[in-house]
């Protein structure tokens, strides 16, 4: 599966962005999908995660009760809600597909990536 995420910009701190993530392919109903994002001189780092159905949502400790993730299979979408925004959010976002059940925390597990969607937050 193809992915293309957008929705990223300027915003300032308390403010909202909704992430969208495009994906192309008939089977993207099979992938369970992550956010993942990366600071500038950062490793990159799990945002959040849903399953292939939905039915299965988890979050980092950092954006855990700002942001909601969801998906809509029939559209070939996935979503990051992110509310509450805080400069520390400032970083390039990704959307991933994966196919394996290793950890969905294991980014080496995801077989689709996204170019990124930046994402700034000024104080």
């Known amino acids: 599966v193809q992915l293309q995420a957008s929705g990223g910009g300027l915003v300032q701190a308390g403010g909202s962005l909704r992430l969208s993530c495009a994906a192309s392919g008939r089977t993207f109903s099979n992938y369970a999908m992550g956010w993942f994002r990366q600071a500038p001189g950062k490793d990159r780092e799990f945002v959040a995660y849903i399953s292939w159905g939905g039915g299965s949502l988890d979050y980092a400790d950092s954006v855990e009760g700002r942001s909601t993730v969801s998906r809509d299979n029939a559209k070939n979408m996935v979503y990051l809600q992110m509310n509450n925004l805080k400069p520390e959010d400032t970083a390039v976002y990704y959307c991933?597909?994966?196919?394996?059940?290793?950890?969905?925390?294991?980014?080496?597990?995801?077989?689709?990536w996204g170019q990124g969607t930046e994402v700034t937050v000024s104080s």
């Open positions: 991933a597909g994966r196919l394996g059940v290793t950890s969905y925390l294991d980014i080496s597990g995801y077989d689709s």
